[in-house]
C-alpha cells in the first residue's frame, strides 16, 4: 500500500515541479489542484507523524506506571533516548537499509544520510515528509522492546541495541513489507505494521528478557509467579490513552496521504478495535479472576490496537470488532502463559501485547479482508486460503529473522558490556544506581517495592 | 449548521464519485477541485475527531486528581470503559438514533450498525469520518457523568449507564438538535454543544449524583459540609490542559469541513472564553476566600470553554470573553450552592461546570449572538427576544427529557444491581474493593485519606 | 518570513473575495484552487497553533517536576494563568504592538482588540488564525520565566508582570524581526523565534531570578551550591514529551502556510536537532559526572529544540544534528555556570535552555544557513560574515531590550507590591501559603522538601 502510493506519488510529483514553492525570494509559485493535492497529503502525513511521535511518551508512562517507583528515571531516560539516538540512527541508515533501492528484495542500500531529500524539488521535499514519519516508526520498534526489558537492563546495553534495533533489524523488515522487498512482492497485507512494527518490537523482547532473565524476587523457588506491583495507575492509563490518541497517526496516517479517503474508514477500525479489545480483556479478566482488572483491561486496548494496525484499511468495521475482541482475549491468556508456563519475566506484557497480539493481527487480514474496504478478500469472505498463506509465511519469516538477530545483537552485548545491572544495582533501583537520582524525591516510599 | 453543513456534503460528494480513490489495483483517481476540498474536509475532521478523543484522558486526570488515592485506580477505568463501550453502542445504535431518518423529529431509525458507511462511494466514505467525529462526543456526555457520581458508584452499573446514555439519551437530544429534529427545525443554535453534550452530561450527573447520596464522611450530622481533599493537583492540572487543547477539536472541529474558514474565528472565541472563565473564577473565589485556588481556577477555565462551546462561532471575541468570565463566576457560586446549599456531592464539581454552564452559554447564544459571525443576532444586537426565546425552549426540554430518563435509569440499576458499593468497600476504596488493586503500590498514603 | 507570507497571503485574499464561506443562510460558495490553499494554511496554522498551546501543559510539568511537591499547585496555578491573562493582553494590546502599522520599525500602533479580525472577509478571517497562532507563542515566552523564578515568587506578582511581558516586552521583540521592525528590515533570520521567543523568556529569567534572590537553602555561607532536589522525574519527562510534540506546531507550523511544503523540511530539523541535543547532553554530563542524569538529558533535548528553532528553515539536517549537539553540550556547562559561577539559582535551568541557547540558536543561523533551505548562505557556506553579523546585532539589541524593561518591570514590581514570599510561607511552600491547597493530600511527604 505504501509502496503504491509512493509510486504514484512519484509521478504525481515530477509531472508537477514548477509549483513547488521556490525559496530564496523567488516567492510562491501558483497553486494548483496538484500542488493543493500534495500540500494536503504532506499536512496529513506530517501531522500524523506527530501524533506517532507523541506515542513514546505514551510508552514511557505505561512502562513506568506498571513498573515500580525505584526504577521510573530510567524508563523516562531510556524512552527519551531511544527515540533520541533512533532518530539518528535511522536518519544515517536504517531509512535507506528500508526504502533504498532493493537488493534482492532482501534491504535496501542507498539513502543513507537521507541524501534523498532535496529542498529543491519536489521528490526531494517529500522525501524528508516521508522520513518523519517512518523515523517515528522505527523509535516504537524500538521501545517496545523497553518494558520486558524493564527494571534490571544495564542503561549502556540499552541505548546499544536501540541502535541497532532502528537501524538494521527493523528496517529489513521494513523493507521486505513496506520498501519492495520480497514479502511486499508476494503480497503481504500489513497496511500499518502489526508485524512490521509490533512483532519486531515484541518478538525483540521476547529474547531480550530471555537472556536478561526475571526480576530478582519475580519467581520462587518451587517456579511459582510473583505479582511485582504497577506503583502508578493513572500515569499508565494517561499513557494508554495516550497511545490510542497516537495511533490514530498510526493507522490512518499510514496511507501518506490525506487525499486517500480511506482514512475515515482507517480511523474507524482502529477505534472498534480498541474499544472491543478492552470490553474482551475486560470481560475475560473479569470472569477468570472475579474483578476487572484496570491494567488488563487497559493492555487490552492496547492489544486491538496492535491488532488492527495490519487490516485496519482491508476490513469492515466489524471485523475490526472481532480482531480487537479476540486480540483482547488473547493477550489476557498469553500474559499469563508468559509468565506462569513460559516464566519470561516481562513486566508491561509487551511480548503479549505487540509480539502475539501482532502475529494474531496479521494472520487476522488473511481471515477478515473485504474487497470494497482494500481490493483483497480473506477466508472468510470467499477469497480462499491464499491470502492467509502469504500472512503465515510472513509472520514466520519476520519472527525467525528477529529472533535470530536479536539473539546475536542480545547475546554479543551480554558478552561484551553485560546485558543486566548487578544485584545490588536491582535492588537499589536503577534510578539511583544508573543516573544517580530518584524519581520522586521527597516522597515516602517503602524501600521493599 | 451541522445540519446545514450535510445536506451541502450530500450535494458535494453525489457529484463527484468519479474523483474518489478506487481501491483494488485501480490506483488514484485525479484530483480535482472538489476532492481536494473533501479531503480537506475529511482530514479536519478526523483530527479534530482524534483531539476530541484525547479529551477522555483529561476528563480521566481531571477526576481521578480532584479525588482520593484509594479512588483513581477505579476512575482511570470508568473513563476507558466508558469510551470502550460508547463507542461500541455508539456504532450499534446510538448514531441511527442521532442521525437517522427522522420519527417526528424526535428521533432517528435508520443507520444501525453504521449501515450508512460505504467505503465505495464519496457520501459513504463520509459516514465514516462523520461517525468518528460523533463517537467521540457522545462518549464525552457519558463521562461527564462519572465525575459527579466518583468514589462510591459500583463499576458494573457505571458500565450499564454508560451504554444507556450513548445509546440513548444522548443521541435523542442529539437527532433534536443536531440531527434535524424538532428543537433544529425551530431554529435552535447550539454550534458545539453546550446543550447536546455538556448539559446532558451534567444533568445526568445531577440525578445520579442525587440517588447515589453523598460519600461517606462528606455532611455531618448537622448538615454542614467537610471537604474532601484532592489527591494529585498535577494529575488534574494536566487534565485541564488537554481538556482545553482537545477542545480546539470540539468546537472550530464542529464545523466538520477545513474549508468553512468560520474555524479560525471558533478558535479564538474558544481560547478567550476560556482565558477569561479561568480568570474570573480565580477572581471571584479570591475575593470570596481570600486566596486563588487552583482547583476554581481550573474548573473556571472549563466552565467558560463549556459556555462558549454554544456559541462559538455566532459570537464575537469580545462577547466570548464576557461569556466565558460570566460563566467563571457562576461556577464559583453554583459549585458553593450545590454543595452547601442543596447537599448534593458532587466531588469535581461537574453538575455546575458542565450543567449549569452550558444552560448559561445555550442561553448566552440567544443574547450575544451577532449576525456577520454566525447569521443570528442576539438580544444585545438588535435581534429582539426571538432567539432567546428558542434557547429557553431548548435547554427547558433537554432539562426534562434527561432529568426524566436518568430517574427511569439509576432509579432502575437501583433497584435491579445496586448503584452503590458498601460501606466498607467505599472506606478500603474502590481500587481495592472493585479492582484488586492499588493505584500508588510502595507510596506510604494516609489511610484516612 | 513570516513577513513575505503575510504579503504574499494578502495579495491572495484580496483576489479571491467571492470564495469565502458565506454565513447567514447563503450557504457555500464554490471550492476553487485558491479557496482551497487557503483552507489548506488555515488548518495548518490552526492545528499548530493547538499544537503550541500544548506546550503550556509541557513547561507546568517541566517546571512541577524539576521542583518540589510543596510548590506544584503553584506552579499549575503559573502556568494556566500566564497563559488566561497572557491570552487577554496579546488580545487588546500585545498583537497591535507586534504587527500593527510600524512606528519607526519600534512597535506596532493598530489592531489593538484584534480589531483586524473580520469574519466577513478573508483578510480578515485570517487575521483570526494568525492571531491564535501568535497568541500561543506570546504565553509560551511569559512562561519560560516561571521556571527559573520557581518556588519563591509571589503569586499576585507573577500575573502582573505576565500581563507585562505579553503586552509589552514580548511583543516589541517580535515587531523589531517579524512585525516588519527594523531587525526584519536588515534580514535578521529567526524563522520560529530561538530569540523572539526563546531568549526573550530566557533574559526575563535571568533578571527576575537576579532580583528575586536564590531559594532558602540553596546556598551556603561559603557559597556552595546545594542541590534542591527534583518531586517528580515521570510528570518532568512527560512535560518534555509534550514540549518536543507541540514543538512540531511551533517550527513547522511557523510557515503559517500548509501549502509550502518546506515545513517538511522543518519538521526534520526540528526533530533531528532535539535528538541531538539529548545525545551531546547526556553524553557531557556522563564524562563530566560519570552517570547519565535523566533531567539533564531532557534539558539538552530541549537545548536542542530551542537552538534549531531560530534556523529549523534554513539549515540542513546534518547542521540541524550539529546546532543541536553544540546546544546539548552548552546547556550542561550553562547550567553549571550560572548555578556555581554566578550563583543565581534557576531551579529548571530556563536561562541556559532557552535564554543561552536560544542565543546560540540565533547566531548558528549565520554560521550554518544554506541556500537551497532558505535562500541564504551562513559563514560555513560561502556566505561569508555578513548574515552571522546581522544575527549578532539582533541577539544584542534583544538582550539589552529585555533586559532594562524587564530590570524595570521586576524593580517596580518588587517596590510596590514586592515579588517575594515571605521566608515562613517559602517555607511552608507556596501551594499552602499562596493558594490554601495541598497538591499531594494524603500522601506522606518529608516536610523538609
Known amino acids: 500500500m505504501l509502496k503504491n502510493m509512493k509510486k504514484r506519488w512519484i509521478a504525481t510529483l515530477l509531472l508537477v515541479p514548477l509549483i513547488l514553492f521556490c525559496f530564496g525570494g523567488l516567492g510562491f509559485a501558483e497553486d494548483t489542484v496538484e500542488s493543493n493535492a500534495i500540500a494536503i497529503n504532506t499536512v496529513w502525513t506530517l501531522i500524523a507523524a506527530f501524533l506517532v511521535f507523541f506515542m513514546q511518551a505514551g510508552f514511557a508512562m505505561v512502562e513506568a506506571g506498571f513498573t515500580r517507583a525505584k526504577n521510573a528515571a530510567n524508563i523516562m531516560m531510556k524512552n527519551l533516548m531511544d527515540f533520541a539516538v533512533g532518530s539518528i540512527a535511522y536518519w544515517a541508515v536504517g531509512f535507506a537499509v528500508m526504502f533504498g533501492t532493493s537488493v534482492f528484495g532482501l534491504f535496501g542500500r542507498s539513502g543513507f544520510f537521507l541524501s534523498t531529500g532535496d529542498p529543491t524539488t519536489g521528490e526531494g521535499l517529500w522525501q524528508f515528509a516521508f522520513w518523519i514519519f517512518q523515523a517515528v516508526f522505527a523509535a516504537t520498534a524500538a521501545t517496545i522492546v523497553s518494558g520486558a526489558m524493564a527494571e534490571r537492563t544495564k542503561f549502556s546495553s540499552y541505548l546499544t541495541y536501540s541502535v541497532f534495533i532502528t537501524?538494521?533489524?527493523?528496517?529489513?523488515?521494513?523493507?521486505?513489507?513496506?520498501?519492495?522487498?520480497?514479502?511486499?512482492?508476494?503480497?503481504?497485507?500489513?497496511?500499518?505494521?502489526?508485524?512490521?512494527?509490533?512483532?519486531?518490537?515484541?518478538?525483540?523482547?521476547?529474547?531480550?528478557?530471555?537472556?536478561?532473565?526475571?526480576?530478582?524476587?519475580?519467581?520462587?523457588?518451587?517456579?511459582?509467579?510473583?505479582?511485582i506491583r504497577s506503583h502508578n495507575i493513572p500515569l499508565a492509563s494517561l499513557g494508554v490513552f495516550i497511545l490510542w490518541f497516537g495511533w490514530f497517526g498510526f493507522n490512518p496516517g499510514?496511507?501518506?496521504?490525506?487525499?486517500?479517503?480511506?482514512?475515515?474508514?482507517?480511523?474507524?477500525?482502529?477505534?472498534?478495535?480498541?474499544?472491543?479489545?478492552?470490553?474482551?480483556?475486560?470481560?475475560?479478566?473479569?470472569?477468570?479472576?472475579?474483578?476487572?482488572?484496570?491494567?488488563?483491561?487497559?493492555?487490552?486496548?492496547?492489544?486491538g490496537l496492535v491488532a488492527v494496525t495490519a487490516g485496519c484499511a482491508n476490513v469492515s468495521?466489524?471485523?475490526?470488532?472481532?480482531?480487537?475482541?479476540?486480540?483482547?482475549i488473547i493477550v489476557v491468556f498469553s500474559v499469563e502463559f508468559i509468565d506462569k508456563v513460559l516464566r519470561i519475566d516481562d513486566p508491561v506484557g509487551a511480548i503479549s501485547v505487540h509480539g502475539v497480539c501482532?502475529?494474531?493481527?496479521?494472520?487476522?487480514?488473511?481471515?477478515?479482508?473485504?474487497?470494497?474496504?482494500g481490493g483483497t478478500n480473506g477466508l472468510f469472505f470467499g477469497g480462499g486460503f491464499s491470502q492467509l498463506f502469504i500472512q503465515i509465511q510472513g509472520v514466520v519469516a519476520v519472527f525467525l529473522w528477529v529472533a535470530l538477530t536479536a539473539l546475536i545483537l542480545f547475546g554479543s552485548i551480554k558478552r561484551v558490556i553485560g546485558l543486566r545491572v548487578s544485584k545490588e544495582d536491582e535492588l537499589k533501583g536503577l534510578d539511583i544506581s544508573e543516573h544517580g537520582m530518584e524519581s520522586y524525591a521527597g516522597f515516602q516510599i517503602f524501600t521493599t517495592e
Open 254 to 303: 499510514s496511507t501518506t496521504a490525506g487525499t486517500n479517503l480511506s482514512i475515515a474508514v482507517i480511523a474507524v477500525t482502529t477505534n472498534l478495535a480498541a474499544a472491543a479489545g478492552a470490553i474482551a480483556a475486560m470481560a475475560t479478566v473479569w470472569v477468570q479472576f472475579g474483578k476487572p482488572d484496570t491494567s488488563m483491561a487497559m493492555n487490552g486496548a492496547l492489544a
Open 317 to 328: 468495521p466489524l471485523s475490526a470488532i472481532l480482531i480487537g475482541a479476540i486480540a483482547g
Open 358 to 373: 501482532g502475529a494474531w493481527g496479521t494472520l487476522a487480514v488473511g481471515l477478515f479482508a473485504q474487497e470494497p474496504y
Open 167 to 227: 537501524a538494521v533489524i527493523y528496517p529489513v523488515v521494513g523493507h521486505w513489507i513496506w520498501g519492495g522487498g520480497w514479502l511486499s512482492a508476494k503480497g503481504m497485507i500489513d497496511f500499518a505494521g502489526s508485524t512490521v512494527v509490533h512483532s519486531v518490537g515484541g518478538w525483540a523482547a521476547l529474547i531480550g528478557a530471555i537472556l536478561l532473565g526475571p526480576r530478582l524476587g519475580k519467581y520462587n523457588k518451587d517456579g511459582s509467579s510473583n505479582a
